[in-house]
């Protein structure tokens, strides 16, 4: 038997990739290693963000559905929310720099991702999608006319072919990586991440969320605190390190030396998610042959929950479409590099401005935030879109700066013509 197409991975892509497939009458199969998909061990987006027009899709919630506006498909989820109305950037010495929405509507709201995709396993397979748990895929060779895949299960080794191939494991795909679609890209950094779930931090806001930036706090990247859906008195802390400064390492001196150690104090870590991933530039022609990459494994680090469900639903439109002999994979590579900022080629630009640290020295941290403390940004996650206000905001105030501190003035105006081709020649 040849399956029109087999899809690796049953996240969010995965399952609504193959969910959209089988509502087009395509003969597909899901091929995920681990056993039980709604258990999440990872350390992983559990949130939809409510930025409009942002990684491929509007989603809202409506009446126990996740509705994509952009798109048109929805998504059963009738779970636990959380609505987070603020985010705020803070110095070293609390400095804020506040986003929110005028009407205090949510930037993003927490879920039960778990379940989620539970409840979106169940719908592919009620769909007549063919699903896989507890299957390792060891090798895919692109014979021209079809995908060959060599799969382990238990004891039992085979082989399928399909028609067509959508990978979509994830971050650093080991299947993308064996087929050689990573071979253009570039890798920035390798990072190891762990998520700590908090109860007794102090200060903690279940509807905040906070980046500390800076060196003061101790991190080797700037520290993410924001709510779990767990209850209502437990953190996340998003900590970030590598090899040689390891996330445990980086905890111990946040908590005890860092200027976030006062509101941790009293804290004690319920448990832990972490995960390990490089950074690449993204798959900007994420197809080659018979085979297309989505979601996170094309990306340059993440697409988001919406992102990855967006990408599910246009690969099969895309498969669907190489089925019947139309030119399907260019019609979603369009749509991908137009829906993704990290395709543009100052998507670098922008992210170097959100970094900050280590450009900027503390106490020049705490200038810049103070020069716009008293102000309440547009709302938004977009980590693109957020140092654009950011900076706009800081820039108002462009005299002053120079007037003041005028070799600060001059780092922020070489910096900001830093351009992705300017780094990656750096490198």
Same mark, same amino acid.
Request: contains cysteine; glycine residues 8%; proline residues 3%.
């Given at each position: 038997?040849?399956?029109?197409?087999?899809?690796?991975?049953?996240?969010?892509?995965?399952?609504?990739?193959? *969910?959209?497939?089988?509502?087009?009458?395509? *003969?597909?199969?899901?091929?995920?290693?681990?056993?039980?998909?709604?258990?999440?061990?990872?350390?992983?987006?559990?949130?939809?963000?409510?930025?409009?027009?942002? /990684?491929?899709?509007?989603?809202?919630?409506?009446?126990?559905?996740?509705?994509?506006?952009?798109?048109?498909?929805?998504?059963?989820?009738?779970?636990?929310?959380? =609505?987070?109305?603020?985010?705020?950037?803070?110095?070293?010495?609390?400095?804020?720099? &506040?986003?929110?929405?005028?009407?205090?509507?949510?930037?993003?709201?927490?879920?039960?991702?778990?379940?989620?995709?539970?409840?979106?396993?169940?719908?592919?397979?009620?769909?007549?999608?063919?699903?896989?748990?507890?299957? &390792?895929?060891?090798?895919?060779?692109?014979?021209?006319?079809?995908?060959?895949?060599?799969?382990?299960?238990?004891?039992?080794?085979?082989?399928?072919?399909?028609?067509?191939?959508?990978?979509? =494991?994830?971050?650093?795909?080991?299947?993308?990586?064996?087929?050689?679609?990573?071979?253009?890209?570039?890798?920035?950094?390798?990072? %190891?991440?762990?998520?700590?779930?908090?109860?007794?931090?102090?200060?903690?806001?279940?509807?905040?969320?906070?980046?500390?930036?800076?060196?003061?706090?101790? !991190?080797?990247?700037?520290?993410?605190?924001?709510?779990?859906?767990?209850? @209502? $008195?437990?953190?996340?802390?998003?900590?970030?390190?590598?090899?040689?400064?390891?996330?445990? *390492?980086?905890?111990?001196?946040?908590?005890?030396?860092?200027?976030?150690?006062?509101?941790? /104090?009293?804290?004690?870590?319920?448990?832990?998610?972490?995960?390990?991933?490089?950074?690449?530039?993204?798959?900007?022609?994420? &197809?080659?042959?018979?085979?297309?990459?989505? !979601?996170?494994? @094309?990306?340059?680090? $993440?697409?988001?929950?919406? !992102? @990855?469900?967006?990408?599910?639903?246009?690969?099969?439109?895309?498969?669907?479409?190489?089925?019947?002999?139309?030119?399907?994979?260019?019609?979603?590579?369009?749509?991908?590099?137009?829906?993704?900022?990290?395709?543009?080629?100052?998507?670098?630009?922008?992210?170097?401005?959100?970094?900050?640290?280590?450009?900027?020295?503390?106490?020049?941290?705490?200038?810049?935030?103070?020069?716009?403390?008293?102000?309440? %940004?547009?709302?938004?996650?977009?980590?693109?879109?957020?140092?654009?206000?950011?900076?706009?905001?800081?820039?108002?105030?462009?005299?002053?700066?120079? @007037?003041?501190?005028? $070799?600060?003035?001059?780092?922020?105006?070489?910096?900001?013509?830093?351009?992705?081709?300017?780094?990656?020649?750096?490198?």
């Amino acid at each position: 038997m040849v399956y029109d197409v087999a899809i690796i991975g049953a996240g969010p892509a995965g399952l609504m990739a193959a *969910k959209t497939a089988a509502e087009k009458g395509l *003969k597909a199969v899901v091929l995920e290693k681990r056993a039980d998909i709604s258990r999440i061990t990872r350390a992983c987006c559990e949130q939809l963000i409510m930025d409009k027009d942002f /990684q491929g899709d509007t989603v809202r919630l409506e009446a126990g559905k996740i509705v994509s506006h952009n798109n048109g498909f929805s998504v059963d989820y009738a779970g636990p929310t959380v =609505d987070v109305t603020d985010k705020y950037f803070i110095s070293p010495a609390g400095r804020t720099i &506040h986003f929110a929405y005028p009407d205090g509507s949510p930037i993003v709201i927490k879920i039960d991702k778990g379940l989620m995709l539970r409840k979106l396993w169940d719908a592919a397979a009620a769909s007549g999608a063919e699903l896989r748990a507890g299957t &390792h895929v060891t090798g895919a060779v692109d014979r021209g006319d079809m995908v060959a895949l060599f799969i382990t299960s238990g004891e039992e080794q085979n082989v399928i072919n399909a028609s067509k191939l959508i990978i979509a =494991d994830g971050v650093n795909s080991r299947i993308a990586e064996r087929m050689g679609m990573n071979s253009n890209r570039k890798c920035f950094a390798s990072a %190891l991440c762990v998520i700590y779930f908090l109860k007794g931090v102090a200060g903690f806001k279940r509807s905040s969320l906070k980046t500390y930036f800076g060196r003061a706090y101790c !991190g080797l990247a700037p520290l993410t605190l924001n709510t779990a859906l767990d209850d @209502a $008195e437990t953190a996340c802390l998003v900590v970030i390190g590598n090899k040689n400064s390891p996330p445990e *390492k980086i905890f111990q001196d946040i908590s005890q030396k860092g200027a976030l150690s006062p509101a941790l /104090q009293q804290a004690r870590v319920v448990r832990k998610t972490g995960c390990a991933a490089r950074a690449y530039t993204s798959l900007k022609v994420p &197809h080659a042959g018979n085979v297309l990459v989505i !979601g996170d494994a @094309a990306a340059y680090v $993440e697409v988001e929950m919406q !992102g @990855a469900l967006a990408c599910g639903f246009r690969a099969a439109g895309a498969v669907a479409d190489e089925l019947e002999g139309r030119d399907g994979f260019n019609r979603y590579t369009r749509w991908w590099q137009k829906s993704f900022e990290f395709n543009g080629d100052d998507w670098l630009q922008v992210a170097q401005g959100f970094a900050l640290v280590p450009a900027y020295t503390d106490e020049e941290l705490d200038y810049l935030f103070g020069l716009i403390e008293d102000e309440v %940004l547009e709302g938004t996650y977009n980590q693109y879109k957020s140092p654009r206000l950011m900076w706009n905001a800081i820039l108002a105030h462009e005299q002053l700066i120079r @007037a003041e501190r005028p $070799e600060l003035h001059k780092k922020i105006i070489s910096r900001a013509k830093t351009t992705l081709s300017d780094m990656l020649q750096e490198r």
